[in-house]
T-cell receptor, first 116, second 110 residues
Framework: GAVVSQHPSRVICKSGTSVKIECRSLDFQATTMFWYRQFPKQSLMLMATSNEGSKATYEQGVEKDKFLINHASLTLSTLTVTSAHPEDSSFYIC????????????FGPGTRLTVT | KNQVEQSPQSLIILEGKNCTLQCNYTVSPFSNLRWYKQDTGRGPVSLTIMTFSENTKSNGRYTATLDADTKQSSLHITASQLSDSASYICVVILGNQFYFGTGTSLTVIP
């Protein structure tokens, strides 16, 4: 149980284009989902917290107009990187918090984004 | 400032040997402390979960210890295997907030 999937697992896009990453909780409903970014040899850095049906809360320094987050249902959150630049190349990981658990998080397998 | 620091940053050991990874934290009080294993290109997977009052928790060849007085935790890996090569992340949880450590990259060589 408690499986979180991400799609795609890898994506390459050209500079200036937008790319969407999906995060799904497969066997539970998640009222809250988190998006993290991880650069090589560094730990996870929280980008934003999204709650189903409301606007996401972004961490300081994260551009909300560049990283669009939509949490339209209890099992799906999407992160759209708009007008991507090479410096946006990173490993993006989502996690989902079950609606029945106050503090648990289950992590997805991550999405490797490369912007050329 | 709530911080979680890990050492060493990287470690190379021979297959079959034991090793110990360290985690020092300033987050206090906390609800629980976890160790995660993150394979390259994958998301973190939970290895052990310890509450504030627990001193040790085992999961197969992985044993985590916690000293709340010194604010230190360690993860001991016994009889290492090639598949143990990964990053190991210490995470301290306070309320709903996850505080991630800097990670230790472990490489097990034959």
């Amino acid at each position: 149980g408690a499986v979180v999937s991400q799609h795609p697992s890898r994506v390459i896009c050209k500079s200036g284009t937008s790319v969407k990453i999906e995060c799904r909780s497969l066997d539970f409903q998640a009222t809250t989902m988190f998006w993290y970014r991880q650069f090589p040899k560094q730990s996870l850095m929280l980008m934003a917290t999204s709650n189903e049906g409301s606007k996401a809360t972004y961490e300081q320094g994260v551009e909300k107009d560049k990283f669009l987050i939509n949490h339209a249902s209890l099992t799906l959150s999407t992160l759209t990187v708009t007008s991507a630049h090479p410096e946006d190349s990173s490993f993006y990981i989502c996690s989902a918090r079950p609606e029945t658990s106050g503090r648990e998080q289950y992590f997805g397998p991550g999405t490797r984004l490369t912007v050329t | 400032k709530n911080q979680v620091e890990q050492s060493p940053q990287s470690l190379i050991i021979l297959e079959g040997k034991n090793c110990t990874l360290q985690c020092n934290y300033t987050v206090s009080p906390f609800s629980n402390l976890r160790w995660y294993k993150q394979d390259t290109g994958r998301g973190p997977v939970s290895l052990t979960i310890m509450t504030f009052s627990e001193n040790t928790k085992s999961n197969g060849r992985y044993t985590a210890t916690l000293d709340a007085d010194t604010k230190q935790s360690s993860l001991h890996i016994t009889a290492s295997q090639l598949s143990d090569s990964a990053s190991y992340i210490c995470v301290v949880i306070l309320g709903n907030q996850f505080y991630f450590g800097t990670g230790t990259s472990l490489t097990v060589i034959p």
